[in-house]
Nanobody, 119 residues
Framework: QVQLVESGGGLVQPGGSLRLSCAVS????????MGWYRQAPGKERELVAL???????NYADSVKGRFTISRDNAKNIVYLQMNSLKPEDTAVYYC?????????????WGQGTQVTVSS
């Protein structure tokens, strides 16, 4: 069974940094695009960053220049390096991946990790 497990969230002061990780476990044929989304209280889930299997990236305007998404295809891990964090970055962060298992392509989600930016 395929699972996505996030780690690295926590409490950080404004201007600080965190690195989130998301590891894919289970039997997979291939992993396509991976991404990070976030959901703040009372708001809809929004895209933060995407990375394709060929390492092309796309970012929400609100995080450009501050966040960097990367992936380790050998380890099936996607990372989100978050710098210059702001209180408005506070949210639950979810990783996401399009994964082919036994010829079936499906979108998988992690359980989420809380990021709180506060002094």
């Amino acid at each position: 069974q395929v699972q996505l497990v996030e780690s690295g969230g926590g409490l950080v002061q404004p201007g600080g940094s965190l690195r989130l990780s998301c590891a894919v476990s289970g039997s997979t044929s291939s992993i396509g695009s991976m991404g990070w989304y976030r959901q703040a209280p009372g708001k809809e889930r929004e895209l933060v960053a995407l990375i394709t299997s060929s390492a092309s990236t796309n970012y929400a305007d609100s995080v450009k220049g501050r966040f960097t998404i990367s992936r380790d295809n050998a380890k099936n891990i996607v990372y989100l390096q978050m710098n210059s964090l702001k209180p408005e970055d506070t949210a639950v962060y979810y990783c996401n991946a399009w994964i082919t298992v036994a010829s079936t392509l499906k979108r998988y989600w992690g359980q989420g990790t809380q990021v709180t930016v506060s002094s």
